[in-house]
């Protein structure tokens, strides 16, 4: 399988603790991006990565949320002391390095706080 | 700050109709917009991007066109079938290639 791949595909937790994600993109992408999305709404935007530098951040992505890329493949994201507010479908797409290419999405891990 | 938005938020119509979706932008200034498909509980499948310098996409039973004077898009499904139950996506792209989403519209094709 050639695509983006997410893991977990749920997550279930409490409130207050930590749980992280884990996006593969697609092998030859370089720009990797992450957005969430809430039932019944599109998805919202929180950052994005060009190979392993974060270019820019939502004012969605609070403190307690922590996105890294340590080698310009694989990227994590990290959401601390999780809140009931943070339920929600955790969506990563990657891209090339080209004028606007098309980003393909990868299955997404949703999210319960319990 | 671009705002998208998708109308109607839902449509349900008997199999085989011809169908319209819309999607309203207001910062023209986008370079490209992006139509996808998603289905419940999944990710994200592009159907269609056009590109700021052109005027409408093909693919299949869909067709989608881009008027940045008006801010508007369209989706076009032709003969629809039960299999193209699902909600669709508009995005506008900008200068950063970030997608900003509209809300979706969800379809039921009845047959």
């Known amino acids: 399988d050639t695509g983006v791949s997410q893991n977990p595909r749920h997550k279930i937790t409490k409130r207050g603790q930590n749980v992280t994600f884990r996006c593969d993109p697609i092998?030859?992408?370089?720009?990797l991006y992450w957005y969430r999305q809430t039932l019944g709404q599109g998805p919202e935007f929180l950052t994005y990565?060009?190979?392993?530098?974060?270019?820019?951040k939502s004012r969605l992505l609070s403190d307690r949320f922590s996105a890294e890329r340590p080698k310009g493949s694989f990227s994590t994201l990290e959401i601390q002391r999780t809140e009931q507010g943070d339920s929600a479908m955790y969506l990563c797409?990657?891209?090339?390095?080209?004028?606007?290419?098309?980003?393909?999405f990868g299955p997404g891990t949703r999210l319960l706080v319990l | 700050k671009q705002e998208v938005t998708q109308i109607p938020a839902a449509l349900s119509v008997p199999e085989g109709e011809n169908l319209v979706l819309n999607c309203s932008f207001t910062?023209?200034?986008?370079?490209?917009l992006q139509w996808f498909r998603q289905d419940p509980g999944k990710g994200l499948t592009s159907l269609l991007l056009?590109?700021?310098?052109?005027r409408e996409q093909t693919s299949g039973r869909l067709n989608a066109s881009l008027d940045k004077s008006s801010g508007r898009s369209t989706l076009y499904i032709a003969a629809s079938q039960p299999g193209d139950s699902a909600t669709y996506l508009c995005?506008?792209?900008?200068?950063?290639?970030?997608?900003?989403f509209g809300g979706g519209t969800r379809l039921m094709v009845k047959p």
């Open positions: 797409a990657s891209s090339l390095l080209l004028s606007r290419e098309t980003q393909y």
């Open positions: 092998s030859e992408h370089n720009r």
């Open positions: 990565f060009q190979n392993e530098a974060q270019l820019e």
């Open positions: 910062d023209s200034a986008i370079y490209n």
């Open positions: 056009i590109q700021s310098s052109q």
């Open positions: 995005a506008g792209v900008n200068a950063g290639n970030m997608l900003t």
